[in-house]
């Protein structure tokens, strides 16, 4: 070997140390002593303030390829973090695009954020709330061809956080991330170790398709040397993560000897945090219906009922009770999810049954003149047993019915379908 090579051996790994060893979690306001961008003014994580965010609409997000069993999955112990490198064949590259965004962002990796105790742990703050876990999927914007290339340009990275909560009492802890990395622990528990882990997609992160809403703002990475490169959205909802999981996290050692990974909270300096509610997460793989009486494809939104308060009235809306558990959604704001389905299993889909349309509107406040209502002529069986578990949902006010009484057709025309 050289001398010029064994020099750039030595610094190479000189380099590398240094970059573990000059800060620590311990000290975070030192950071910036070396790493000026720590300093700056547009700094994550921050604490997201409901009250204090703008609506934007909704988002756009639309993921492609999440659902791709990557070809490898490898835990790293990269001493600030855990990180999960994965890799996909080329045309299955998990990517990211918005109107938040310019351009299409790819799946770098995942790292892992936790606390030395259960009040701490994610770096991002709800009202001033902590939580015990935060998991970041980092995406890098594709025109810059790679992650460290990108970390370099203002608008490099897309940033996903999900932050994760102990589950209530009798909660189904639904597979969770760490359930994949837990068994390895201990091949991670040193500086430097990783594992090879059994490929899952990531659609695993229940972030991805989870209809939940997100807050967005820029900001910066968590970690020196803190480059204000980064578009954040902060997942609204947070995921149960099992107890015993978070705490065996805590059992993998990080450089310096640090319990705990989470940087505080930085100030917002009168940045924009935007909420974004996610009507639509991926419009090509929701159903849609087409028409020669609709000018445009509509997009499925949302399904509801009617109901009256007795036998007599209610709505002639189809009501297929066999598939919706609603003990659980008794109270106002309850909710449950429910076994998946095909909407086809709605009985109207599907049948040749006779239709009459008019242009009408919502039929409850602010009754806004936007819909074309399409009917179908058929009335649906249903039994009195599950109408009267309708009946039984309390809604707000009390109210025993939620169909409102017919209104003047004016000189409006129906047309019927046969
Ligand atoms: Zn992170």
């Known amino acids: 070997m050289s001398i010029a090579k064994l ?14 060893a000059d800060w620590s979690y311990e000290n975070p306001d030192d950071w910036k002593t070396n790493y000026p961008d720590c300093g700056g003014e547009n700094q994550s994580p921050i604490d997201l303030v409901e009250n204090d965010t703008i609506q934007f609409g909704a988002l756009d997000l639309d993921w492609k ?10 835990a790293v112990n990269i001493g600030r973090s855990v990180q999960l490198d994965m890799e996909w064949n080329e045309d299955e590259i ?21 606390g030395a105790n259960d009040d701490s742990g994610s770096e991002h703050t709800f009202d001033g709330h902590s939580f015990p876990f935060e998991g970041h999927m980092i995406h890098y914007k594709k025109d810059y061809g790679s992650y460290d290339e990108a970390i370099e340009k203002k608008d490099g990275l897309v940033a996903i956080a999900a932050l994760g909560r102990f589950p209530d009492e009798d909660e189904d802890s639904k597979k969770v991330v760490l359930q994949s990395i837990t068994p390895h622990i201990d091949d991670i528990k040193e500086v430097g170790g990783s594992a090879v882990i059994d490929p899952f997609p990531l659609t695993d992160f229940h972030v991805v398709y989870s209809g939940t809403d997100f807050v967005s703002y820029n900001g910066s990475m968590t970690f020196p040397k803190c480059s204000e490169v980064v578009t954040w959205i902060v997942a609204v909802d947070k995921f149960a993560m099992p107890k015993d999981q978070v705490e065996k996290l ?12 989470n940087r505080p909270v930085q100030p917002l300096n009168g940045r924009d945090v935007f909420q974004l509610n996610v009507k639509w997460y991926d419009n090509s793989s929701r159903p849609y219906v087409t028409s020669k009486i609709l000018n445009d494809d509509y997009i499925f939104y949302h399904l509801h009922f009617r109901w009256g308060a007795n036998d007599k009235e209610g709505s ?6 066999k598939r919706s558990d609603i003990s659980k959604i008794k109270k106002v704001n309850d909710s449950k999810e429910i076994k ?14 006779s239709w009459a349309t008019y242009n009408g509107s919502f039929t409850e406040p602010d009754c806004a003149e936007v819909v074309t209502w399409i009917l179908s002529l058929d009335i649906y069986s249903t039994t009195s047993k599950q109408l ?8 707000s006010h009390h109210e025993d019915h939620n169909n409102r009484p017919t209104q003047l057709l004016n000189k409006r025309s129906v047309i019927i379908y046969k």
């Open 250 to 261: 805590r059992s993998i050692k990080l450089a310096q000897g640090d319990d705990h990974n």
């Open 65 to 74: 390829n999440y659902e791709k069993l990557p070809k490898s999955v490898k």
């Open 94 to 114: 998990p990517s990211i695009t918005s109107s938040l965004f310019d351009g299409e962002y790819v799946f770098a990796h995942y790292n892992f954020h936790w």
């Open 340 to 353: 998946v389905f095909p909407l086809s299993l709605f009985d109207v889909i599907k049948k040749e049954n």
């Open 388 to 395: 009267i578990a309708l009946r039984s949902v309390e809604l």
């Open 316 to 321: 002639d809306h189809t009501l297929n009770g």
């Open 7 to 20: 020099l750039t051996l030595f610094l190479i790994v000189k380099g590398s140390i240094a970059d573990e």
